[in-house]
């Protein structure tokens, strides 16, 4: 080791700066932080090139004089507070003082700032850390902050920026949570010369959700309240059933700041869970008020990240008013239900009609499904009616070897089930090596409309159609993928889709990929696509929902063209759980198509989740249930 020696301001500023400021966004978000601090009523954000090249922070708020601007510039300046004791009472977005002077040591900083009543406002430029000028500057009250040329000093930290479209996006991304924390403010954030958003000061959150997020997102949305203490919890969330398909829309401020706060998370999502789909996410926007004393503010400079000192206590109140919130919406949801029944000329709500009103969601998601003959349908009824007389079709399915070894007997399929499922997280192509030969199943009836039975040679088979078809399916799908020729329909009408900043970019970056897999994407204005064609096994009305939760999934990094085989996994499974519906009473025909198709499958044995598709009794098992053991005994009952 070297001798030891202090570390110059510009060094010291340039590594604090690689802690602070990590990317555009991340000078936004403390330069925007400045300007609600100085009382800003007003804020504009300017950009260009995704902030790489230009950045314009704006407010109208305090100013400051040429003393407290020459001050700002210089390590551990602050005006918000004086000793670690005030860390306690923190208030204020800064106060370590490292903002300004590490962002002007990695780019090209301009500083103008104006105090009320004095004559003329103050300009110093520094470029490359060296101050280039101090001077005089006419401008209205407040500060103007303009950087070019953002890591020109650090090439390396430059390198490491992803796109213009990407930084652009986390620039809107975090310029929209200040909008949220603050509505009382008026914000404008324009991009390359383009508004991206201009919101004047709103008197309530919902309308600011609502200039941000579109008037009908603001709809879904129901008021949180909670007190416990010297607590509080205020917001707004998403109704039961109204989810999102990424955690991402889960936003959180901590006494107006936001903050990433696990606890905050995980009380959202366990306060939902049955009220929206498992996987999905809520849609809400929760703020905690909490004397700062409880709070460790103090755990990474740049990190949105927050520490309670009592998380039980914060996450009780949060998890109550949730539901609370939830509940009454339910019941005052049921109250509507029973005075619309109430209203029925000549009918009077008994509790048990209002209680037949509830099922009727789970028989109308046994949906008809596409493609499905007039005949088809027919022979459903047909089947339903005279369940007694079922004809015995014979399905003969041709024979298929998937292994040297021939054997005669139908492998035991569920001791199978585990290693399908090693097979399947290992990543391998999933192959049966268990030996099979074909032999004719002769279809005997159904049960439960569900499971298809057969008489085969050695005893009798019970198949799940359900799970044979997503089988079927999921195989057929990656095969598709894999060739890139995935079946598709142009739709008369294109369907258009707006999506926020990042999701808009991710979607933008991944069109080919999306094609490949059977949806044509094409970009239309600023955050806004069409879909002009897509897979033919997705319903229309379908479209929409599944698009974005594939793009909830690339934004989870679940889906991503550097690793293809998976992701084209990943999409087959999904598209099968959400197409797939429940068949009941298949038609012969289209029964023994869905066995060949079943048996042309690398692995017929196992269901997507590696479940059996399908299990046989031997006839031996049979006979042993009636106590008829190999030598034929009969038990005699006189
Ligand atoms: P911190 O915010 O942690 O105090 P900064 O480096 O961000 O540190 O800012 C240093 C000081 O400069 C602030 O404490 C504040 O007094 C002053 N300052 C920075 N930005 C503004 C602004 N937009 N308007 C008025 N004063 C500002
Ligand atoms: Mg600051």
Same mark, same amino acid.
């Given at each position: 080791?070297?001798?030891?020696?202090?570390?110059?301001?510009?060094?010291?500023?340039?590594?604090?700066?690689?802690?602070?400021?990590?990317?555009?966004?991340?000078?936004?978000?403390?330069?925007?932080?400045?300007?609600?601090?100085?009382?800003?009523?007003?804020?504009?954000?300017?950009?260009?090139?995704?902030?790489?090249?230009?950045?314009?922070?704006?407010?109208?708020?305090?100013?400051?004089?040429?003393?407290?601007?020459?001050?700002?510039?210089?390590?551990? $300046?602050?005006?918000?507070?004086?000793?670690?004791?005030?860390?306690?009472?923190?208030?204020?977005?800064?106060?370590?003082?490292?903002?300004?002077?590490?962002?002007?040591?990695?780019?090209?900083?301009?500083?103008?700032?104006?105090?009320?009543?004095?004559?003329?406002?103050?300009?110093?430029?520094?470029?490359?850390?060296?101050?280039?000028?101090?001077?005089?500057?006419?401008?209205?009250?407040?500060?103007?902050?303009?950087?070019?040329?953002?890591?020109?000093?650090?090439? $390396?930290?430059?390198?490491?920026?992803?796109?213009?479209?990407?930084?652009?996006?986390?620039?809107?991304?975090?310029?929209?949570?200040?909008?949220?924390?603050?509505?009382?403010? $008026?914000?404008?954030?324009?991009?390359?010369?383009?508004?991206?958003?201009?919101?004047?000061?709103?008197?309530?959150?919902?309308?600011?959700?609502?200039?941000?997020?579109?008037?009908?997102?603001?709809?879904?949305?129901?008021?949180?309240?909670?007190?416990?203490?010297?607590?509080?919890?205020?917001?707004?969330?998403?109704?039961?059933?109204?989810?999102?398909?990424?955690?991402?829309?889960?936003?959180?401020?901590?006494?107006?700041?936001?903050?990433?706060?696990?606890?905050?998370?995980?009380?959202?999502?366990?306060?939902?869970?049955?009220?929206?789909?498992?996987?999905?996410?809520?849609?809400?926007?929760?703020?905690?008020?909490?004397?700062?004393?409880?709070?460790?503010?103090?755990?990474?400079?740049?990190?949105?990240?927050?520490?309670?000192?009592?998380?039980?206590?914060?996450?009780?109140?949060?998890?109550?008013?949730?539901?609370?919130?939830?509940?009454?919406?339910?019941?005052?949801?049921?109250?509507?239900?029973?005075?619309?029944?109430?209203?029925?000329?000549?009918?009077?709500?008994?509790?048990?009609?209002?209680?037949?009103?509830?099922?009727?969601?789970?028989?109308?998601?046994?949906?008809?499904?596409?493609?499905? /003959?007039?005949?088809?349908?027919?022979?459903?009824?047909?089947?339903?009616?005279?369940?007694?007389?079922?004809?015995?079709?014979?399905? /003969?399915?041709?024979?298929?070897?998937?292994?040297?070894?021939?054997?005669?007997?139908?492998?035991?399929?569920?001791?199978?089930? $585990?290693?399908?499922?090693?097979?399947?997280?290992?990543?391998?192509?999933?192959?049966?090596?268990?030996?099979?030969?074909?032999?004719?199943?002769?279809?005997?009836?159904?049960?439960?409309?569900?499971?298809?039975?057969?008489?085969?040679?050695?005893?009798?088979?019970?198949? !799940?159609?359900?799970?044979?078809?997503?089988?079927?399916?999921?195989?057929?799908?990656?095969?598709?993928?894999?060739?890139?020729?995935?079946?598709?329909?142009?739709?008369?009408?294109?369907?258009?889709?707006?999506?926020?900043?990042? !999701?808009?970019?991710?979607?933008?970056?991944?069109?080919?990929?999306?094609?490949?897999?059977?949806?044509?994407?094409?970009?239309?204005?600023?955050?806004?696509?069409?879909?002009? !064609?897509?897979?033919?096994?997705?319903?229309?009305?379908?479209?929409?929902?599944?698009?974005?939760?594939?793009?909830?999934?690339?934004?989870?990094?679940?889906?991503?063209?550097?690793?293809?085989?998976?992701?084209?996994?990943?999409?087959?499974?999904?598209?099968?759980?959400?197409?797939?519906?429940?068949?009941?009473?298949?038609?012969?025909?289209?029964? /023994?198509?869905?066995?060949?198709?079943?048996?042309?499958?690398?692995?017929?044995?196992?269901?997507?989740?590696?479940?059996?598709?399908?299990?046989?009794?031997?006839?031996?098992?049979?006979?042993?249930?009636?106590?008829?053991?190999?030598?034929?005994?009969?038990?005699?009952?006189?």
């Amino acid at each position: 080791m070297g001798r030891i020696e202090v570390l110059s301001d510009q060094v010291a500023n340039q590594i604090a700066a690689g802690e602070v400021i990590e990317r555009p966004a991340s000078v936004v978000k403390e330069l925007v932080e400045n300007c609600i601090d100085a009382g800003a009523t007003q804020i504009e954000v300017e950009f260009k090139s995704g902030g790489k090249n230009y950045l314009r922070i704006e407010d109208n708020g305090c100013g400051m004089s040429r003393e407290d601007a020459l001050l700002s510039l210089q390590r551990h $300046a602050t005006s918000k507070i004086r000793s670690a004791d005030d860390l306690d009472h923190v208030l204020t977005m800064g106060f370590r003082g490292e903002a300004l002077p590490s962002i002007a040591s990695v780019s090209k900083f301009l500083l103008q700032t104006k105090e009320k009543g004095s004559e003329s406002g103050t300009e110093i430029l520094i470029d490359g850390g060296e101050r280039s000028h101090v001077r005089d500057c006419g401008m209205p009250t407040g500060t103007r902050i303009t950087i070019s040329n953002l890591f020109n000093t650090v090439p $390396a930290r430059r390198k490491f920026l992803k796109t213009v479209a990407t930084e652009g996006a986390h620039i809107v991304q975090h310029t929209r949570l200040y909008a949220l924390a603050h509505p009382e403010v $008026a914000f404008t954030l324009i991009d390359d010369g383009r508004i991206v958003f201009k919101t004047p000061a709103c008197n309530k959150l919902k309308d600011r959700i609502g200039e941000i997020f579109g008037k009908q997102a603001s709809k879904n949305l129901l008021d949180l309240e909670g007190k416990e203490g010297d607590l509080s919890i205020s917001g707004l969330i998403g109704k039961p059933g109204y989810s999102k398909s990424s955690r991402h829309e889960m936003f959180m401020f901590v006494n107006n700041r936001p903050v990433d706060s696990k606890t905050l998370a995980y009380a959202l999502i366990e306060s939902y869970h049955g009220h929206i789909p498992k996987g999905r996410y809520p849609f809400a926007f929760v703020f905690l008020n909490i004397p700062p004393a409880k709070l460790d503010v103090n755990v990474h400079p740049a990190k949105r990240e927050i520490r309670f000192r009592n998380e039980t206590q914060v996450r009780g109140l949060a998890v109550k008013a949730i539901l609370d919130t939830l509940r009454k919406s339910l019941a005052d949801q049921q109250k509507r239900i029973s005075i619309d029944v109430a209203s029925v000329p000549g009918e009077k709500p008994t509790p048990s009609k209002i209680k037949n009103l509830e099922p009727v969601a789970s028989v109308v998601s046994v949906k008809k499904k596409e493609g499905t /003959t007039e005949e088809a349908v027919e022979s459903k009824t047909i089947a339903r009616k005279r369940i007694a007389v079922v004809p015995a079709a014979v399905a /003969t399915i041709p024979g298929k070897k998937l292994s040297s070894k021939p054997s005669k007997s139908l492998p035991e399929v569920s001791s199978d089930k $585990a290693k399908l499922e090693t097979d399947r997280k290992s990543g391998e192509p999933e192959k049966s090596k268990t030996e099979f030969q074909a032999v004719n199943w002769r279809h005997i009836g159904w049960a439960h409309s569900e499971y298809a039975l057969f008489e085969t040679k050695a005893g009798l088979v019970v198949l !799940s159609v359900n799970a044979a078809q997503r089988r079927v399916m999921y195989e057929k799908l990656c095969k598709q993928f894999s060739d890139k020729s995935p079946e598709t329909q142009k739709l008369l009408l294109p369907v258009s889709m707006e999506f926020d900043p990042i !999701s808009s970019s991710i979607l933008g970056d991944n069109l080919q990929f999306l094609k490949d897999h059977g949806f044509d994407v094409e970009p239309f204005g600023r955050n806004f696509y069409r879909v002009e !064609s897509s897979p033919v096994w997705l319903p229309e009305n379908d479209l929409e929902d599944f698009v974005r939760e594939l793009v909830g999934l690339m934004r989870q990094g679940k889906l991503s063209s550097s690793k293809l085989e998976m992701a084209d996994r990943v999409i087959a499974e999904h598209a099968v759980l959400r197409s797939v519906q429940m068949e009941s009473n298949l038609p012969s025909i289209a029964l /023994t198509r869905l066995l060949e198709d079943l048996f042309a499958c690398s692995n017929p044995l196992a269901d997507i989740d590696g479940c059996p598709t399908f299990f046989e009794l031997s006839k031996g098992e049979i006979k042993k249930r009636f106590h008829k053991s190999k030598g034929g005994n009969t038990q005699s009952f006189f």
